[in-house]
């Protein structure tokens, strides 16, 4: 079974780059071929599919968001991260990581001047 744990700051000013790790344990990120993904969700909006890396570190993002997001990968942790520029309140969610059918517990992220 995987375990997706993610990690970042809970609050946030508009205007900085928010950071998302997603650490992944049970199971290798560089396993044939599995995508790992990033989502979030906005109160009383559906979850959006943000972007994506590839067990061959190809990524794979909104094009809403292309312009802001980066994804990468430590594969000696085990993990993946997401970075987000010039992050506004509206980006407030709770932000998810998931792969092969395994979510995180998700964490909030509040941007608040």
């Known amino acids: 079974q995987v375990r997706l744990q993610e990690s970042g700051p809970g609050l946030m000013k508009p205007s900085q780059t928010l950071s998302l790790s997603c650490t992944a344990s049970?199971?290798?990120?560089?396993?044939?071929?599995?995508?790992w993904i990033w989502i979030r969700q906005t109160p009383g909006k559906g979850p959006e599919w943000m972007g994506a890396?590839?067990?061959?570190?190809?990524?794979y993002y909104s094009p809403s968001l292309k312009s802001r997001i980066s994804i990468s990968r430590d594969t000696s942790k085990n993990q993946f991260t997401l970075q987000l520029n010039s992050v506004t309140p509206e980006n407030t969610a709770v932000y998810y990581c998931?792969?092969?059918?395994?979510w995180g517990q998700g964490t909030q992220v509040t941007i608040s001047s």
């Open positions: 890396i590839s067990y061959s570190g190809g990524t």
């Open positions: 998931a792969g092969r059918a395994y």
């Open positions: 049970g199971g290798s990120i560089t396993t044939n071929y599995y995508y």
